[in-house]
Antibody
């Protein structure tokens, strides 16, 4: 079974930094695009970032561009999200998501999420 | 950027009813890039429909998707208790930011 487990969520001050991790199992990690999607408390889903299978290309929502960086370590089956200069509006549950293999934009497996709270 | 608008915001129905959820794009989109997700209370979302009309693995056939251009629908033919949830449409693109609709909540009447 596919398993995705996020970690690293915490309370962080505005302007601070945080790194989220997602460890994966149950599939050939290097073959799949991976993404982060977030959900603010009581709100809807917001796509944050995606990194393709080779790791050579990534994309970001405008709201996080220049502040967040997605990366992957295929040797460790781990996805990362480096968050910098965080803002109150970044407060959310962050989900690690695995794409379908040849349909990169369809998010077929989701982790349970990790909560990031930005507050002074 | 393309905006997805879902309607209604809330749909109040009874078990056994049929639900029809709408997702409208601010401009014509390729239906091959549209998906629907379900989020049950306290759970992570799960993929229901991809490429507008294809059921994801393990999704019951009471769920169906359709539409083209700017208008897409998710139909649930006979609501089961576990179907009372929030549903999101999503559009992805190779060159643009991905986007979700704001969601439709299906609750028990």
């Amino acid at each position: 079974d596919v398993q995705l487990l996020e970690s690293g969520g915490a309370l962080v001050h505005p302007g601070g930094s945080l790194r989220l991790s997602c460890t994966a199992s149950g599939f050939i990690f290097r073959n799949y695009a991976l993404a982060w999607v977030r959900q603010a408390p009581g709100k809807g889903l917001e796509w944050v970032s995606v990194i393709i299978a080779t790791g050579t290309s990534s994309n970001y929502a405008e709201s996080v561009k220049g502040r967040f960086a997605i990366s992957r370590d295929d040797s460790q089956n781990t996805l990362y999200l480096q968050m910098s200069n965080v803002r109150a509006e970044d407060t959310a549950v962050y989900y690690c998501v695995k794409s379908m293999r040849f349909l990169v934009g369809f998010l077929e497996s989701w982790g349970p999420g990790t909560l990031v709270t930005v507050s002074s | 950027d393309i905006v997805l608008t879902q309607s209604p915001g809330t749909l109040s129905l009874s078990p056994g009813d049929r639900a029809i959820l709408s997702c409208r794009a601010s401009q014509a989109v390729n239906s091959a890039y549209l998906a629907w997700y379900q989020q049950q209370p306290g759970h992570s979302p799960r993929l229901l429909i991809y490429a507008a009309s294809n059921r994801a693995t393990g999704i019951p056939d009471r769920f169906s998707g359709g539409g083209s251009g700017t208008d897409f629908t998710l139909t649930i033919t006979r609501l089961e208790p576990e179907d009372f949830a929030v549903y999101y449409c999503q559009l992805y693109s190779d060159s643009r930011p991905w986007t979700f609709g704001q969601g439709t909540k299906v609750d028990i009447k």
